[in-house]
């Protein structure tokens, strides 16, 4: 595997970092996991949009404009003659001292890893995720935005802990006021009545970049009505359906939450139907970058 670090690639096994990196040292940086689907870059344009905003957002200056991390990004994955991709992003404060001051590190480091994709199973969209609720509460806007994708990603990985620990597969975080927010590593949906439910990105949440294809699929290929909408746990009891988005997951029904079966226990016919939508929508050229042809930036 090559792995492109500021400016060149490296073999796996010389893809390092420095221990005085406050990406390492602070959780200081931002980063981007994108998915290339057959030789497609899957909405790359809004995932270096988003990793450019959480950059500024943490006042960081990526070294380089975003049509170059474009091509490196597409570079990355043709150099490791990938059609199918996990691709990570990361840009990190860079290398300084002990300090907190980020005045300290001269130039951000830049990392872009194209691996192989692990897939879920079949299995999984077949029979959906069994969720709970966490208690711990998503870190808050005034906090740290959860729409800045920062390394900090502790509150999440133990609240994912907490799911595996009681036999879940994810766990849904509550934001200070109670109200659902997002799971771990994905966003959440309920459907009522024909009407599907997300939570609005002032809740406290991570915009996703599947969330919003899902939005778009649901309204245009399913003609659905979508309503941003703060809701709490006991809506999600009523729900005829509930799923997951995001950029491992894709979109993936909800058959359990907190000890209830939802709905009748299995994935839902809507769900099933936007999860056919978003794999027909992934093949489409409008659904990302092509890897092997020239490229406009
Ligand atoms: N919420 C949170 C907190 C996330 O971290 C999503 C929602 C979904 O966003 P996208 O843009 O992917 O639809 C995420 C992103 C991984 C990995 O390695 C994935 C995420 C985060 C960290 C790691 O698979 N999900």
Same mark, same amino acid.
């Given at each position: 595997m090559k792995i492109w670090i500021d400016g060149r690639f490296y073999d796996k096994d010389d893809a390092k970092v420095s221990v005085f990196d406050h990406g390492l040292l602070y959780g200081d940086g931002v980063f981007e996991g994108i998915r290339a689907y057959n030789g497609r870059v899957f909405q790359l344009k809004e995932h270096v949009d988003r990793l450019y905003h959480s950059a500024k957002c943490v006042l960081m200056?990526? &070294?380089? &404009?975003p049509a170059e991390l474009t091509r490196v990004i597409l570079e990355a994955v043709r150099a490791n003659e990938l059609r199918d991709s996990y691709i990570r992003v990361v840009v990190t404060r860079g290398t300084g001292d002990l *300090?907190?001051?980020?005045?300290?590190?001269k130039v951000p480091t830049v990392i872009v890893i194209a691996d192989k994709i692990k897939l879920y199973s079949d299995e999984v969209y077949k029979r959906g995720l069994r969720v709970m609720v966490s208690h711990l509460r998503r870190i808050s806007p005034d906090t740290l935005s959860p729409s800045i994708k920062s390394l900090n990603y502790l509150n999440n990985i133990l609240a994912r802990a907490e799911a595996s620990r009681s036999d879940c597969d994810e766990a849904i975080l509550l934001n200070r006021e109670g109200y659902v927010a997002e799971c771990s590593g994905d966003n959440i949906f309920f459907i009522r009545n024909r009407k599907v439910h997300t939570p609005p990105v002032h809740v406290g949440i991570l915009e996703g970049v599947t969330r919003n294809v899902a939005i778009k699929l649901a309204k245009e290929k399913l003609g659905l009505e979508v309503h941003e909408t703060v809701f709490t746990v006991p809506e999600l009891y009523r729900a005829d359906e509930i799923f997951v988005t995001g950029t491992g997951a894709e979109i993936i029904g909800v058959v359990y939450l907190n000890g209830r079966v939802v709905a009748? *226990?299995? &994935? *839902?016919p809507l769900t099933t139907e936007l999860i056919r939508a978003f794999r027909e929508y992934t093949k489409s050229p409008e659904s990302g970058a092509a890897v092997y042809e020239p490229v406009k930036v």
């Amino acid at each position: 595997m090559k792995i492109w670090i500021d400016g060149r690639f490296y073999d796996k096994d010389d893809a390092k970092v420095s221990v005085f990196d406050h990406g390492l040292l602070y959780g200081d940086g931002v980063f981007e996991g994108i998915r290339a689907y057959n030789g497609r870059v899957f909405q790359l344009k809004e995932h270096v949009d988003r990793l450019y905003h959480s950059a500024k957002c943490v006042l960081m200056d990526i &070294p380089m &404009p975003p049509a170059e991390l474009t091509r490196v990004i597409l570079e990355a994955v043709r150099a490791n003659e990938l059609r199918d991709s996990y691709i990570r992003v990361v840009v990190t404060r860079g290398t300084g001292d002990l *300090g907190l001051d980020m005045r300290k590190c001269k130039v951000p480091t830049v990392i872009v890893i194209a691996d192989k994709i692990k897939l879920y199973s079949d299995e999984v969209y077949k029979r959906g995720l069994r969720v709970m609720v966490s208690h711990l509460r998503r870190i808050s806007p005034d906090t740290l935005s959860p729409s800045i994708k920062s390394l900090n990603y502790l509150n999440n990985i133990l609240a994912r802990a907490e799911a595996s620990r009681s036999d879940c597969d994810e766990a849904i975080l509550l934001n200070r006021e109670g109200y659902v927010a997002e799971c771990s590593g994905d966003n959440i949906f309920f459907i009522r009545n024909r009407k599907v439910h997300t939570p609005p990105v002032h809740v406290g949440i991570l915009e996703g970049v599947t969330r919003n294809v899902a939005i778009k699929l649901a309204k245009e290929k399913l003609g659905l009505e979508v309503h941003e909408t703060v809701f709490t746990v006991p809506e999600l009891y009523r729900a005829d359906e509930i799923f997951v988005t995001g950029t491992g997951a894709e979109i993936i029904g909800v058959v359990y939450l907190n000890g209830r079966v939802v709905a009748d *226990g299995k &994935p *839902g016919p809507l769900t099933t139907e936007l999860i056919r939508a978003f794999r027909e929508y992934t093949k489409s050229p409008e659904s990302g970058a092509a890897v092997y042809e020239p490229v406009k930036v």
